[in-house]
C-alpha cells in the first residue's frame, strides 16, 4: 500500500501528510517505521471504510426573527388565527434590533439590556407578553432557558364599564338601533368574535336561550376568519336572554339566514362608543360592555359559579382580576353600613 515517503522534521520526529477523501490527516512518530505502519493502518481503514467522515459544519444559528418563522410553521395546525396574528405582531413590532441577530450571537447577560430598552417603547404588560413569547421560541430553537430579566412596574389601567344605573340609559338609548342586537347581546357577556359567529338560522324564534359556538377573529393577514373553537372549553356556553329590550330587537330584526352582525367589528366598536358619549355615559367599546355584565352580576349578587358559565369564563381568578368591577353605588353602601357601624351618619345622596 503506497504512501507518500515520510520527512525528518527539525524537532526530530518522522512525517506523513495523508491525503483521504479530500480531508487532511497528519501522523507522526520518533521513530520511522512506527511512522509509516501508524500511516498505512490509517488507509487501510479509510479504505475499508472504517475511518468515519468528516462531521459536516453546523449550520448557522437562525436570527431570532427566522426562529419565529420555525416556530409558528411548526405549530400552524394547532395555532388559532388570533394567536397567530399576535405572534407576527411581536414579530414585526418588538425588539426589532434584535430581530436580524443571530441567537448564538446574543450573550445571555444582553436579555436586561434588550428588555430595558424595549421598555421605553410600550406598555410594561405588552412587554411581557412580548419577552415571554421570545423566550419560548429561544427555548425551542436552542434548547436553552432566557435569563430571569426585571420589567418595569406597572398600574393596571381602570376598565371601563357601565354602573347599574347607567346600564339601564344605554339600554334605553340603544333598544330602538340597527345596533341593538348585537350591543345587547355584548351586554349579555358575549366576546365580540362570538357576536360575529352567530348567524339568524341559529337563533330560534322567540329563544330563552342563545347558542353560543365558535368565533370570528382577525389572522396575520388582517383577514377575518371564523374558527370552530371559541377562547376556552367554557366559551361554548347556552347564554339565557335576560334583558327584555334584546329579546323584542331580535324578533324586529330578525332574517331567515345570514350573520346577525351585518357591519364590521370596528363599525360596531365605533357605534358604541358613539352612544355612550351622546348620552353622557363612560366611552366603551363591546367589550365594555361584557364587563358591564360581570359588575352587574356581583351587584345584583348572582352567584359566581352562575355568572362563570353565562360568560364563558374558565376559572374565578379571571373574573376576580380582570371583570369583576365593584360599583360606585355599592361602594357607598358599604361605606354607609361601616359607618352606621361606628355611628356615622349614612352620607347625604347628591342632587343634580
Known amino acids: 500500500m503506497k504512501i507518500p515517503e515520510p520527512r525528518k522534521l527539525s524537532s526530530g520526529k518522522w512525517f506523513i501528510q495523508l491525503r483521504l477523501g479530500g480531508e487532511s490527516i497528519s501522523i507522526s512518530n520518533w521513530d520511522k517505521t512506527s511512522c509509516i505502519r501508524e500511516a498505512r493502518a490509517v488507509k487501510a481503514e479509510y479504505l475499508a471504510g472504517k475511518r468515519a467522515a468528516p462531521e459536516p459544519e453546523a449550520p448557522p444559528a437562525p436570527t431570532l426573527s427566522e426562529a419565529i418563522d420555525a416556530y409558528i410553521a411548526?405549530?400552524?395546525?394547532?395555532?388559532?388565527p388570533l394567536t397567530i396574528r399576535g405572534y407576527r405582531t411581536i414579530q414585526k413590532y418588538r425588539f426589532q434590533t434584535t430581530m436580524p441577530r443571530r441567537l448564538?450571537?446574543?450573550?445571555?447577560d444582553e436579555w436586561q439590556g434588550i428588555v430595558n430598552t424595549e421598555a421605553g417603547l410600550c406598555a410594561p404588560k405588552t412587554l411581557r407578553n412580548a419577552f415571554?413569547?421570545?423566550r419560548g421560541v429561544v427555548l425551542a430553537s436552542t434548547g436553552h432557558k432566557l435569563p430571569e430579566v426585571t420589567f418595569p412596574g406597572s398600574v393596571a389601567?381602570?376598565?371601563?364599564f357601565l354602573a347599574p344605573e347607567q346600564i339601564k340609559v344605554f339600554v334605553k338609548a340603544v333598544k330602538d338601533t340597527r345596533y341593538a342586537v348585537p350591543a345587547l347581546l355584548a351586554l349579555s357577556s358575549l366576546r365580540i368574535s362570538e357576536i360575529q359567529a352567530l348567524r339568524w338560522e341559529d337563533i330560534p324564534s322567540k329563544?330563552?336561550?342563545?347558542?353560543?359556538?365558535?368565533?370570528v377573529v382577525l389572522d396575520e393577514n388582517n383577514k377575518y376568519q371564523r374558527k370552530k373553537q371559541n377562547k376556552n372549553r367554557?366559551?361554548?356556553r347556552n347564554v339565557p336572554v335576560l334583558i327584555p329590550e334584546l329579546a323584542a330587537a331580535l324578533e324586529r330584526d330578525r332574517k331567515p339566514s345570514g350573520p346577525v352582525l351585518e357591519i364590521t367589528q370596528n363599525s360596531l366598536r365605533t357605534a358604541i362608543h358613539k352612544i355612550c358619549e351622546e348620552n353622557g355615559l363612560p366611552s366603551l367599546g363591546p367589550h365594555g360592555l361584557r364587563h358591564s355584565f360581570a359588575s352587574l352580576a356581583y351587584h345584583l349578587k348572582m352567584p359566581e359559579r352562575i355568572a362563570m358559565e353565562i360568560g364563558g369564563w374558565s376559572d374565578p381568578g379571571t373574573m376576580h382580576k380582570i371583570y369583576t368591577h365593584i360599583a360606585q353605588s355599592d361602594i357607598k353602601r358599604y361605606q354607609n353600613a361601616m359607618g352606621s357601624f361606628y355611628g356615622k351618619k349614612p352620607a347625604k345622596k347628591k342632587t343634580r
Not at 448564538?104 to 445571555?108: L, M, T, V
Not at 329563544?207 to 368565533?215: E, Y
Open 74 to 80: 411548526q405549530r400552524s395546525n394547532t395555532l388559532s
Open 104 to 108: 448564538d450571537q446574543i450573550a445571555p
Open 132 to 134: 415571554g413569547f421570545v
Open 157 to 160: 389601567p381602570e376598565k371601563a
Open 207 to 215: 329563544p330563552d336561550f342563545i347558542r353560543v359556538s365558535g368565533a
Open 234 to 236: 367554557t366559551s361554548a
